[in-house]
């Protein structure tokens, strides 16, 4: 392993409202992991907003991907994609990275809606392209939103009982991921993350706050990255984010951002590093 693991961060950057790229560089830096974006679209805000500006570009990453072809990387983390060519290309950059580097491991967001509704940006056909993506991760981190569009099933609201919740993450899996992290699991002043790997599934809650903070999956699989990255275990990774995310949104309800605004991490983001060896 590299002494600092180096990541391509497949994401957009969004101009105002703390997700994706914005979230993920400071997070993996601080972490003494190496961020290397690659941006699949640029929005003046993100698209929780009421006007924002989106530039597409796919047209750009064949080259962009190309030019890498020198390079290796130990994770790649891939987050919001905006068109189906694009998820295409970047399912090539997987295979090329994997027959580089075997350890190669892909974190995949399926970034696609929140709180049982669909992003506008997110068409049914991109939704289908990225059910195809996820059989080439190796993690995948959908909240229960993006769980259901991935495997057709109705979305009945966060809170979910243990065995509905194994039930997804078993159908999660039948897509042909190597493991499956279930976000934002609500159990009454609880909310957690179940996570499903080798046939086994466990679960780790925190405190809940009450607001939804727009980017809190990005930063949560940020840190997650950050963590595996850093040769974490997937349960003590899982762990380290959903800790880091209770005192982030905690810090966040008590500044009284808007929720639009994203979680207020910069505060907090020093505290990460020390995160890293508590864990076990
Ligand atoms: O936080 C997820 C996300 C990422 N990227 C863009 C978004 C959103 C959520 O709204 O709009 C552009």
Request: glycine fraction near 0%; aromatic fraction near 6%; charge should be positive.
């Given at each position: 392993m590299r002494t600092v693991p180096r990541v391509a961060c497949i994401n957009d950057l969004s101009g105002f409202g703390?997700?994706?790229?914005?979230?993920?560089?400071?997070?993996?830096s601080v972490m003494g992991v190496q961020a290397c974006p690659v941006p699949t679209a640029v929005l003046s805000k993100h698209t929780g907003f009421p006007q924002f500006t989106f530039t597409d570009l796919t047209d750009t990453l064949t080259a962009y991907f190309d030019s890498w072809d020198d390079l290796d990387f130990d994770w790649i983390y891939a987050g919001f994609l905006g068109s189906i060519g694009q998820i295409e290309m970047v399912r090539a950059f997987f295979v090329r990275q994997k027959q580089k580097n075997p350890d190669c491991r892909i974190l995949l967001d399926p970034v696609m809606g929140d709180e049982g509704k669909r992003y506008s940006t997110y068409t049914p056909e991109l939704c289908d392209a990225v059910r195809r993506l996820v059989s080439s991760a190796d993690v995948i981190t959908p909240n229960i939103t993006e769980a259901c569009l991935l495997t057709g099933t109705e979305y009945c609201g966060e809170c979910l009982h243990m065995q509905a919740a194994e039930r997804l993450a078993d159908s999660l899996m039948q897509l042909g991921c190597g493991s499956v992290v279930i976000t934002g699991i609500v159990q009454e002043n609880r909310i957690g993350n179940l996570t499903y790997q080798d046939g086994r599934a466990s679960y780790s809650d925190v405190h809940?706050?009450?607001?939804?903070?727009s980017g809190t999956g990005d930063l949560f699989a940020s840190v997650l990255c950050g963590a595996l990255a850093r040769g974490k275990s997937l349960s003590a990774s899982v762990k380290i984010a959903g800790a880091f995310l209770s005192e982030v949104t905690q810090g966040t309800l008590r500044e009284h951002t808007p929720a639009a605004e994203g979680v207020l991490f910069e505060p907090y983001l020093c505290r990460l590093g020390g995160m890293l060896y508590e864990e076990k």
């Open positions: 703390r997700c994706s790229l914005t979230t993920a560089i400071p997070v993996l809940r706050t009450e607001c939804l903070f």
